[in-house]
């Protein structure tokens, strides 16, 4: 109490010093200092700011003279008075009326100035007002902190105090037994931002879009009475805990993106949390969703630091991003409802060990689960039917999975550099594997892949460097391009009839691997087939052939000799019987091997042969 008394003997003394007794209507103050200057003093000077409906319901602004520039200059003007049909803190072309003595217009105005705006500091909105224009205090960014006499106040509207510095909302009802003139002593006393809560009346039912967007206010009260909270209401504020209504039904988009939030609650009734809520909120750590939730829209949770988290029944599918990047979350249930998990839904969840999805589930959506890298083990449930590109891609910590029957199509890095998964048995009803769906699976020795799969797309299990033995599904027309590449132990694979071509790169770097024993139906082998095959030692090549690629067996030294069966059998540049090798120096280079190339006199393997120089004999 000592410091209110204090703070009132200070403010009544400086408001003492100014000339503002010659003002007959409203008690509208401007902290700060305005005006032409006259040997460096300025004009005019502001105190703090009242807004009242006045005149017909005309806003009227006040303007107090500074004291120095009166006592340097005897017989200047006492005051100017605004008027507009809007608020006139909004409107940059009101005019300024002098006023005589008496306190009366003389007849000559000017423009008021938007510098006049940025110096307002502190407001007090009066008891007789019931709404504010959007955008209300815009232009006074350094606005610090308010008194809300009214009890009639409907709404705070959009835009409100966007940008301001305001930390501090005092009103009637939060003042309890002070009186207000100590009330606004106190909101005067804290116009420099030191403040750091906010209450509203219990006559606000509405807050409209970004009306505290990146104020200082960091705790605010608000009505039980309200029921709508406006599009990033609070987005940017220091906000550190908030407690709902229990008429709000919707969280809007941004309401508290990238505020402060350490705590939340919302009472049962809440409908709808809107895409970015929460996004950027780092220090919220926890949030029981109501039941009663039905949508939670993209990225509404996104890098908050929540560690449990369970999905209310109420809904039937998780948006994009929802639950992404959140660096602390361990564990969610996914409850009975829910039947497709979006896009991005729970990526980059680094810390999320266990999810429990419910039986129904039909959709798991791309990247839902990419780089949740202490992700142990997944539990698919048999109603799933599609899981997107790279649903689990970059799970690190990843030993088993179970793919259920209804699955189709394993898409493109759907598994792709999951380096602790072992062994994977492919369902029965998939027809095909995508685009690197199992490389860089390096721990992956075993894989099970059934006749209905056709289709097998490029790099599929690349990288793969603990896979030894595969049998490709008898249906399969073609090995894609890199299909195996790198895949460092792999030491026998059965490619079956029908197979027409084997792509570019198909067994690259495939160390371990010693035979590769070619059906008869296959007719092309791509550049590189089978570069740098270290163990390689026997090729077993059909009369089918028609084409090896150039680089096919380069640098696979244990390979000594090679049949060509077929005369018609085109043979590329470097496609055997060399090894690279570094010099002294360090450059590189292909160098001749002792081998041997069989074939048939006249054909392209002895032309081959002649022009590199090597042995050539003809078929064995």
């Given at each position: ?326 660096p602390h979350l361990e564990t969610v249930v996914v409850r009975g409802n829910v039947l497709t998990i979006g896009r991005s839904a729970f990526s980059n969840d680094r810390a999320l060990k266990s999810i429990m999805f419910p039986n129904g589930l039909v959709s798991i959506g ?255």
């Open positions: 109490m000592k410091k209110i008394l204090c703070m009132i003997v200070c403010v009544s003394l400086l408001l003492l010093s100014l000339p503002f007794d010659s003002f007959a209507a409203p008690e509208l103050y401007l902290r700060g200092y305005f005006g032409d200057e006259i040997d460096g003093v300025s004009e005019f000077c502001f105190t703090y700011v009242v807004i009242g409906n006045v005149a017909a319901g005309r806003c009227y602004l006040t303007v107090g003279i500074n004291p120095e520039f009166r006592e340097k200059y005897p017989g200047s003007i006492t005051g100017i008075i605004g008027d507009s049909d809007v608020a006139p803190w909004c409107d940059v072309s009101t005019d300024l009326y002098y006023l005589d003595a008496d306190g009366n217009p003389t007849g000559e105005s000017r423009k008021l100035a938007r510098t006049m705006y940025s110096n307002i500091l502190f407001a007090i909105i009066k008891e007789d007002i019931a709404s504010l224009p959007e955008g209300a205090f815009s232009l006074t960014r350094k606005l610090g902190s308010i008194f809300i006499e009214s009890d009639v106040l409907g709404s705070i509207p959009s835009g409100c105090f966007k940008d301001t510095q305001l930390s501090l909302i005092c009103t009637r009802e939060s003042a309890g037994d002070e009186t207000p003139a100590d009330i606004k002593n106190f909101v005067i006393d804290h116009s420099s931002g030191i403040g750091e809560e906010g209450s509203l009346p219990d006559s606000v039912t509405s807050i409209g879009e970004e009306a505290f967007m990146n104020t200082k206010i960091k705790r605010i009260i608000l009505p039980q009475g309200m029921s709508a909270i406006g599009v990033g209401a609070f987005q940017g504020t220091p906000v550190t805990e908030i407690d709902l209504p229990g008429g709000i039904k919707a969280i809007p988009e941004r309401a508290f993106m990238n505020a402060k939030l350490e705590r939340i609650t919302a009472s049962q009734g809440l409908e709808y949390i809107g895409a970015l809520a929460f996004d950027g909120d780092y220090w919220l750590e926890t949030f029981d969703i109501p039941d009663t939730v039905r949508q939670i829209g993209k990225n509404a949770f996104r890098c908050t630091a929540i560690k449990e988290l369970a999905v209310p029944e109420q809904m039937t599918g998780i948006d994009e991003g929802a639950f992404c990047d959140m791309g990247d839902a689960f990419r780089r949740c890298s202490s992700l142990d083990t997944l539990d698919i449930p048999d109603s799933v039917r599609e899981i997107g590109k790279s649903a689990f891609s970059n799970c690190a910590s990843l030993r088993s999975v179970t793919i259920p029957e209804g699955v189709e199509i394993i898409e493109e890095n759907t598994f792709r550099g999951c380096v602790e998964l072992g062994a994977v048995s492919v369902p029965s009803t998939v027809t095909r594997i995508g685009t690197r769906a199992f490389s860089d699976c390096s721990s992956l020795e075993q894989i099970t892949i059934p006749r209905s799969v056709t289709k097998i797309m490029t790099r599929a299990f690349a990288g793969c460097s603990s896979l030894k033995h595969i049998d490709m599904p008898e249906d399969i027309k073609s090995i894609p391009d890199y299909l195996f590449y790198g895949c460092d132990s792999l030491s026998s694979v059965t490619i079956p009839d029908g197979v027409t071509a084997i792509g570019n790169g198909a067994f690259y770097k495939c160390a371990s691997l010693k035979e590769a024993a070619l059906p008869a139906s296959v007719r092309a082998i791509g550049s590189e087939c089978f570069y740098e095959c270290t163990s390689l030692v026997s090729a077993d090549l059909p009369d089918s052939l028609r084409m090896i690629g150039k680089y096919a067996f380069c640098r696979c030294p244990s390979l000594t000799s090679l049949n060509v069966p077929s005369v018609k059998t085109l043979i590329g540049s470097y496609a055997y019987g060399y090894y690279y090798s570094k010099d002294d120096t360090g450059i590189g280079s292909f160098n001749l091997m002792p081998c041997t190339l069989y074939g048939m006199t006249g054909s392209y393997a002895e032309e081959y042969a002649e022009d590199l120089g090597i042995n050539f004999a003809e078929n064995q």
